[in-house]
């Protein structure tokens, strides 16, 4: 079993930027493929970007691919989400999951979520 918790959300400007972090702890961090997804009001949770355990391949939705860039650091357990250009459709709770090895898309397919954080866009 391991532990997730996102930080580093808040309220940002359209077009300005920020960077999300995910702190895992329980087991070894280099097990684990990382994903960032996002929830808006009403909308199913949807996929963002996937990083694979050895961080060499990354993955990332149309809608943020140029924008946001993830990343991780082995050293702290922590994976990163840095979101630049960013727009009013940007907002959202952001949630951190890990899986096994091989990157997807699917929400279904993490085991393991943190609380998410939550991102408000200012136009």
């Known amino acids: 079993q391991i532990q997730l918790v996102e930080s580093g959300g808040g309220l940002v400007q359209a077009g300005g930027s920020l960077r999300l972090s995910c702190a895992q702890s329980g087991r070894t961090f280099t097990l684990y493929t990382m994903a960032w997804f996002r929830q808006a009001p009403g909308k199913e949770r949807e996929f963002a970007a996937a990083i694979s355990e050895t961080g060499d391949i990354s993955r990332y939705a149309d809608t943020v691919k140029g924008r946001f860039t993830i990343s991780r650091e082995s050293a702290k357990n922590t994976v990163y989400l840095q979101m630049n250009k960013i727009e009013p459709e940007d907002s959202a709770v952001y949630y951190c999951?890990?899986?096994?090895?091989?990157?997807?898309?699917?929400?279904?397919?993490?085991?393991?979520w943190g609380q998410g954080t939550q991102v408000t866009v200012s136009s």
């Open positions: 999951a890990a899986r096994g090895p091989t990157l997807n898309p699917r929400p279904d397919e993490y085991q393991f």
